[in-house]
């Protein structure tokens, strides 16, 4: 499906958001996500994911969290951290539900937008904002994290205090989560506990370990290292087809 790209300028927290949007070309109504990125910013690895899932018929809007710092924040993942943990740092709970809210408010300004279905992805510090998001605003009606992260505890807890495990209970829709075994940012344990949580709570839960693979193993800029950090190409492909198949089971 061919599609459009653009940039906008989002009213943020203080200052303007830039959204990076895709969508399908065709004159018609679409179901649309909005899109969290990785820790290493919006970078050109995400902005192509943003574009695939535009042609798989879905309007995106991936807002760019790191804007409190400056626009097009993007970082390399290698061992010197600190600039971007300077930039997680700029990261709270409450700025996120609000950058959240302004990303749903300028799809459904979209004329090519169905604002009744809208959903969220989201992808390591992503996937935990996915879910946040959708535990807060009562419009986002499907959600897919793919090894969230800080899921109980957070590594920053006076910015990001909530527990979002706690918060499922005002999740509007279903929720699919997506990791791998040897992920020590997102332990199985961790992704088994949050299915416990869910079921307590009656909502409905998928979730997906893959093997041989750990943390971003989406990401194909990213060649796997010891430590089963990186991209994996057997769990990339079957994830892409268990969160198209999902969101287009609830959102088409």
Known sequence: MDITTRWVDAPGDGKSMPVYVAEPSEASKFPALVYFHIGLGLNEQHQAMVRRLASMGFV???????YRLGPHLIFEPTPDREARDLAMASLSDWGLIGDARTALNLLKENPRVDGM??????????????????????????????YATELRHTGHPLARPIDVSELVGG?????????????????????KYLATVMRDHNKPFEYEIY?????????????????YFGFHE??????WERSVQFLTAHLK
């Open 60 to 66: 995106v809007a991936a807002p760019e969290l790191f």
């Open 117 to 146: 279905r809208i959903g969220t992805i989201g992808f390591c510090i992503g996937g935990r904002i996915s879910i946040l998001a959708a535990s807060v605003h009562s419009d986002i009606r499907a959600t897919v994290a793919a």
């Open 171 to 191: 999740l509007n829709g279903p929720l699919l989560h997506l990791s791998g075994e040897h992920d020590s940012l997102c332990t199985p344990d961790i992704v």
């Open 211 to 227: 093997s041989d693979c750990g943390h971003a193993f989406f990401d194909e800029d990213i060649p796997q290292r010891p430590g």
């Open 234 to 239: 057997a769990s990339c492909t079957a994830g």
